[in-house]
């Protein structure tokens, strides 16, 4: 079973393009949020490349109280809506309850389950209810043989538009490490994978009151992600990183994006042709 998830006028799936998530940690603002999306909506479209804006309303998981979490649901989605109305742009957030996800779902087109609530029952039910495609962000405390269960409760809900995101395993204390086998384990699921290159290099909590980040691993770990067979790549990215309010020790600056789309493609073309 290889399943399609269906975005717009694009698939997700064996056989389909290499797609990219990407945007901003958080909403900072809706002047910036909205220059960046223009900012990677043409870079990939002159590679004709599937493309879906991502950015969160609140970032409910923060380390520290006093971390900046974003403009809330209210102002946040309004800034989405406004975003995919004017680029023409499919659009994915995170929702972190069940009563986020009636607000959300006319607005996104793809929910996203974050990896602390990968287990969250109700959420997840809610979600799906929605028919709406759900990406579950697998949780460093799972092994890739554990999502069967998510993809057990989504399906029970009447959805079959699943897609599953590695985002790196707790390794000790305030460290990640990438098991590119688990992208192979979770596609015998019969769902497309999407590997998460920035979040999967976090030391989560290393810097006492905020998380740190490897950033000069994410372009070699979406390499060998797409060399291992992933469906797509999610990535969080900034135009000026010494300002990003949240994640800025593993986002990729913006302009470093060409160059690692071309490496990605021509690898991605490789292993397809196999």
Request: proline letters at 5%; glycine letters at 6%.
């Amino acid at each position: 079973m290889n399943m399609m998830v269906n975005v717009r006028n694009f698939s997700i799936g064996w056989g389909q393009p290499l797609v990219f998530i990407a945007g901003p940690c958080v909403i900072e603002s809706y002047e910036n949020c909205l220059k960046l999306a223009e900012k990677l909506k043409n870079i990939f479209q002159a590679k004709k490349i599937p493309f879906i804006f991502k950015a969160s309303y609140d970032k409910a998981n923060r380390t520290s109280v006093k971390s900046y979490r974003g403009p809330g649901i209210k102002e946040g989605i309004k800034i989405l809506a406004d975003i995919k109305k004017r680029l023409d742009v499919p659009i994915l957030s995170d929702v972190h309850s069940t009563e986020d996800v009636s607000i959300v779902a006319e607005t996104l087109d793809i929910i996203q389950i974050p990896a602390f609530l990968c287990r969250q029952t109700d959420l997840i039910l809610a979600a799906a209810r929605t028919g709406k495609p759900v990406n579950v962000k697998k949780g460093q405390f799972l092994a890739p043989w554990d999502m069967k269960s998510v993809v057990e409760k989504i399906r029970s809900a009447g959805n079959e538009q699943i897609l599953l995101t590695e985002r790196g395993a707790s390794f000790g204390y305030n460290n990640l490490v990438s098991d590119m086998r688990s992208l192979v384990i979770m596609r015998e699921l019969g769902y497309p994978v999407i590997y998460d290159a920035t979040h999967s290099v976090q030391l989560p909590g290393g810097q006492g009151n905020v998380s740190g980040g490897e950033r000069n691993m994410v372009v070699p770990l979406a390499r060998a992600a797409v060399a291992t067979g992933c469906d797509g790549l999610f990535l969080e990215v900034h135009e000026t990183l010494e300002k990003a309010l949240s994640d800025a020790a593993t986002m990729l600056p913006v302009k470093d994006m060409p160059h690692l789309i071309e490496q990605v493609l021509e690898i991605h073309r490789i292993v397809r042709s196999e």
